[in-house]
C-alpha cells in the first residue's frame, strides 16, 4: 500500500494515457491500416499509457537541483 500511495501520481499518468491513447484509437486511428501506433487499439493504448507515465512523472517533486 506504501508503494501505491508513494507513486500515485505515476498510476494517474497510466491511467489518464491510457484512456487518452485509446480515445485517440477511437476517434482518429488510421484508415489505412498501415500507422504502426494507431492501426490497433492495443498499440494505441499502451503508447498512450507510456507517454501518460512520462508526463506525469515529469511533475514529480525530486531532489533539488545540485548545482543551484
Do not use: E, Q, W
Not at 501506433?37 to 512523472?57: C, D, E, Q
Amino acid at each position: 500500500m506504501k508503494f501505491l500511495l508513494a507513486h500515485k501520481l505515476l498510476f494517474a499518468g497510466i491511467f489518464v494515457g491510457a484512456v487518452a491513447g485509446y480515445f485517440y484509437y477511437a476517434t482518429i486511428g488510421c484508415v489505412t491500416g498501415t500507422c504502426p501506433i494507431t492501426s490497433r487499439p492495443v498499440n494505441s493504448t499502451i503508447y498512450g499509457a507510456l507517454i501518460g507515465a512520462l508526463l506525469f512523472n515529469s511533475f514529480r517533486p525530486g531532489k533539488p537541483d545540485p548545482r543551484s
